[in-house]
T-cell receptor, first 113, second 113 residues
C-alpha cells in the first residue's frame, strides 16, 4: 500500500527556469515531510523538510509547500541548475513514529543547460 | 563527522543463501534504520535500532534481522534469500536532540540469482 506517491517519474526543465516536483499522500496522520535528493551511486541526501503545522518552508533556491486539505506537497527549485539533476524523493512520517519514513517512488529531474 | 559508510558496495548471492550487510553510522548517531530500495521504487523501511534494541519494524518477514553495536556500527542479516530480495539496501542514521533528517550511506547493491 503506497501511502506516498510521486506520479511523475521524470521531469525535464531548462536551466534558470522553475522546477516543480509534486508528491501526494493518503494518510492524514502524517506529521512531518521531507525531500531527499539522490545522485547515482550515492545515498539520498536530505534537502528540506516541513512540519504539518506549516504550509511553506524555504531554504535558498528550494521551497516546499504543503497543502494538508489536498494531502499534497510540492518542491519548487528556482532557478534550476544543471547540478540539480538527480532523483528527488519525498517522504513522510507519523507523529508517534518520527523515525520511520514512507517514501515516494521518486522523480528524476533533468535540468538542461 | 565521518558520514555513514556501508560495505560491501555490491554483492551477488544465490537463492537460499544468507547475507550480512554492514553499516558504520555517523559518529554520535545512536539511531540506525535500514531501508530496501527495489529498482524504480522508493526506499522501504525495514527496521530501526536505537541503543542496540530494535525500535520499530516495517512489513518485512523475520528472516530480515539486525544488530546494532556500541561503536555505532550495525548489521542487516537476511536468511534464505529470495530473488525478490535483490535491491539496494540503505543504512541511515540520526542522532538525538532533534530531527534533522537521516544521513544515508551509499548503499549495498544485492543481487540474488
Amino acid at each position: 500500500d503506497q501511502q506516498v506517491k510521486q506520479n511523475s517519474p521524470s521531469l525535464s526543465v531548462q536551466e534558470g527556469r522553475i522546477s516543480i516536483l509534486n508528491c501526494d499522500y493518503t494518510n492524514s496522520m502524517f506529521d512531518y515531510f521531507l525531500w531527499y535528493k539522490k545522485y547515482p551511486a550515492e545515498g539520498p541526501t536530505f534537502l528540506i523538510s516541513i512540519s504539518s503545522i506549516k504550509d511553506k518552508n524555504e531554504d535558498g533556491r528550494f521551497t516546499v509547500f504543503l497543502n494538508k486539505s489536498a494531502k499534497h506537497l510540492s518542491l519548487h527549485i528556482v532557478p534550476s541548475q544543471p547540478g540539480d539533476s538527480a532523483v528527488y524523493f519525498c517522504a513522510a512520517s507519523l507523529q508517534y513514529n518520527f523515525n520511520k519514513f514512507y517514501f515516494g517512488s521518486g522523480t528524476k529531474l533533468n535540468v538542461k543547460p | 563527522e565521518t558520514g555513514v559508510t556501508q560495505s560491501p558496495t555490491h554483492l551477488i548471492k544465490t537463492r537460499g543463501q544468507q547475507v550480512t550487510l554492514r553499516c558504520s553510522s555517523q559518529s554520535g548517531h545512536n539511531t540506525v534504520s535500514w531501508y530496501q530500495q527495489a529498482l524504480g521504487q522508493g526506499p522501504q523501511f525495514i527496521f530501526q535500532y536505537y541503543r542496540e534494541e530494535e525500535n520499530g519494524r516495517g512489513n518485512f518477514p523475520p528472516r530480515f534481522s539486525g544488530l546494532q553495536f556500541p561503536n555505532y556500527s550495525s548489521e542487516l542479516n537476511v536468511n534464505a534469500l529470495e530473488l525478490d530480495d535483490s535491491a539496494l539496501y540503505l543504512c541511515a542514521s540520526t542522532g538525538t536532540g532533534g530531527f534533522y533528517g537521516y544521513t544515508f550511506g551509499s548503499g549495498t547493491r544485492l543481487t540474488v540469482v
